[in-house]
């Protein structure tokens, strides 16, 4: 049984940071695809970085710059360093783990929230 489990998420003012956590169980951790996703109430959830099993990463053009998504495979942990926090990167933030065999099999956390207000 695969698990994810985020934390890191809080209240924090603009212009501030946030290391968020995922650590995962119940499966092979250096082999998958990791990433970060987020939803904003009322919207739907996007993408915001990836990481692969050989560390490339890749963000959403609105974190590029201010987000740093990186792995601990000793750990079994994927972080997501978020630098700048604006308003707008209010939400629930994510964790998902992906791996393809003879198709896509993902994983997801149950969320953190991070609320970024003065």
């Known amino acids: 049984q695969v698990q994810l489990v985020e934390s890191g998420g809080g209240l924090v003012q603009p212009g501030g940071s946030l290391r968020l956590s995922c650590a995962a169980s119940g499966t092979i951790f250096s082999n998958k695809l990791m990433s970060w996703y987020r939803q904003a109430p009322g919207k739907e959830r996007e993408f915001v970085a990836q990481?692969?099993?050989?560390?490339?990463?890749n963000y959403a053009d609105s974190v590029k710059g201010r987000f740093t998504i990186s792995r601990d495979n000793a750990q079994n942990t994927v972080y997501l360093q978020m630098n700048s926090l604006k308003p707008e990167d209010t939400a629930v933030y994510y964790c998902k783990s992906s791996v393809y065999v003879t198709s896509w099999s993902d994983y997801w956390g149950q969320g953190t929230q991070v609320t970024v207000s003065s």
């Open positions: 990481i692969t099993s050989g560390g490339t990463t």
